[in-house]
């Protein structure tokens, strides 16, 4: 549900140095999305009424990304020019913020843009009972069985909580905490914009702890409450590329069982990945080995994989398609593709349409029934309503230089082994004889054949290969002695043949 007057500010500034990457951390891919989108989706999910990405590092690939995510509301964008702690962060932030619209008032949560587990119903009950609470600051926490590298809860003797100290600047007794700070925290506005100005370096880093500001508000008299996180994988972060992996595999489970309870059949959940925007009608069934990347949408009753990827496509009902990598394609009702296929950016299958095993095809549309059975490569082309192309068709739509479209008609009959050189047009109900290489438009109803004379030159292999096994097997079969050749053969006798 919104909250009144929420305030969302993510801290995405880190260099992220142990990703050994020149790519943002928080612009490392996580189910087909930046981290940073994934904190930034989760606090959008309260519906704050601000919504601050607080930038440093890299911040003109992150400021690129959010102007594209036309699936996120409007983020204001504060820049931490130097990193000089979480406090320092939060400032940019709220500077960032005046600087839009004045005075900060109500709540103000303050997210990491590397938890992509965390979800927006864990952020409305931070919000919720933190104002509910009365407290100036309530903290996310977690209990763990091992609290190494996190900031330690540290409470008083009746619970409430005292603290957070961090473990290189913890002791051994606060060390053997295993309550930990999540770095997500519930702020009343006006005690964060008075505490952080004050908030020292003292510490092992020389930074400016946000969590500092937890034991100013106690000096000042105010409450301080926590809220503990129910699944503590909510409250991890990434700092490398294991931690990616491993909370890559946690997501994943997630999006697994979120779509197995809507009704989608997955028969093997640890193979089968799916990316967070991806949606699934109810009963359509995904084979083991099944990957759904970012902007796919398939609908009802159909039947992906074993072994197939599909990125940025759109499937319509009834569709089935089998070990296939398909790309910005778009398969109608009922379609069905593969193994083997492999459909490239602008593909469109309209209802009914068969694409066979190793068959290609980019940028072009295969009409109502058609089929394109096996072994061709189709680039730049329209097929139109029921027409069949034979195994081993090509379109030569390619000339070095520029790319050529191929129109082929309604109920049009393309032979095995034929070759369609752009640009060309074959109009409704014609056929091409198989073996043909044409060049020129055929008109409607009209068989074009378009290959050499077969010439045959009677007894070459005995003559030019007399001691080859080949001639053996002729000479068995009766070649040389008079036997009859089949009818119908012409007679050659250039010796000069060559069978090239």
């Given at each position: ?248 595999r946690v997501l994943n489970d997630r999006i697994v069982r979120r779509h ?241």
């Amino acid at each position: 549900m919104p909250q009144p007057d929420v305030t969302v500010i993510v801290l995405a500034a880190g260099a992220g140095t142990r990703m050994r990457s020149a790519t943002p951390k928080v612009m490392h891919p996580i189910a087909g999305r930046p981290l940073v989108w994934h904190a930034l989706a989760a606090a959008a999910g309260i519906t704050p009424t601000h919504l601050v990405a607080v930038l440093g590092h890299g911040r003109e690939q992150v400021t690129g990304f959010l102007a594209t995510a036309t699936d996120l509301p409007p983020v204001i964008s504060g820049v931490q020019e130097q990193q000089l702690g979480t406090g320092h962060a939060a400032a940019c932030g709220l500077d960032a913020l005046r600087a839009r619209i004045g005075t900060v008032s109500g709540t103000v949560i303050v997210t990491s843009g590397d938890t992509p587990l965390l979800r927006a119903e864990t952020l409305e009950l931070l919000a919720r009972t933190h104002a509910d609470a009365g407290n100036a600051v309530t903290v996310l926490t977690a209990t763990v069985a091992d609290p190494t590298g996190y900031g330690r809860i540290v409470r008083e003797a009746d619970g409430t909580v005292s603290r957070i100290v961090e473990h290189r600047d913890a002791d051994d007794e606060q060390r053997a905490i295993r309550e930990i700070n999540s770095s997500v925290y519930a702020f009343d506005a006006a005690v964060l914009v008075d505490t952080l100005p004050r908030v020292g370096t003292s510490n092992s880093q020389g930074e400016q702890y946000l969590t500092d500001v937890l034991a100013l508000a106690r000096a000042d008299g105010h409450r301080v409450g926590a809220v503990i996180a129910d699944d503590a994988m909510e409250t991890e972060g990434v700092n490398d590329r294991a931690q990616l992996a491993a909370l890559a595999r946690v997501l994943n489970d997630r999006i697994v069982r979120r779509h197995q309870l809507a009704g989608v059949t997955i028969l093997d959940p640890v193979s089968t990945w799916i990316d967070a925007d991806v949606t699934i009608g109810a009963d359509s069934v995904l084979e083991p080995g099944v990957q759904l990347k970012a902007g796919t949408s398939i609908g009802r009753d159909c039947r992906i994989g074993p072994d197939t990827t599909l990125s940025g496509c759109t499937l319509g009902d009834d569709v089935a398609i089998t070990r296939s990598h398909c790309i910005d394609a778009r398969v109608g009702d009922g379609a069905d593709v593969g193994p083997f296929a492999y459909l490239r950016p602008q593909t469109v299958l309209h209802h009914g349409a068969h694409v066979g095993a190793h068959v290609e095809i980019k940028k072009s549309t295969i009409g109502p029934g058609a089929k394109v059975p096996h072994l061709t490569y189709l680039g730049d082309a329209e097929v139109g309503a029921g027409s069949n192309i034979g195994a081993g068709v090509i379109t030569a739509n390619y000339d070095g230089v520029h790319k050529f479209p191929t129109v082929i008609g309604e109920h049009v009959f393309v032979g095995t082994n034929s070759t369609l050189v752009a640009p060309v047009t074959l109009a409704d109900g014609s056929y091409v004889a198989a073996g043909s290489t044409v060049t020129q438009d055929v008109a409607a109803g009209d068989l074009a054949v378009a290959r050499g004379r077969q010439h045959h030159s009677r007894g070459w292999v005995l003559r030019r290969r007399a001691d080859s096994r080949y001639a053996d097997a002729a000479r068995r079969a009766g070649a040389g002695n008079g036997a009859e050749q089949p009818a119908g053969q012409p007679d050659g006798a250039d010796d000069k043949d060559s069978p090239a």
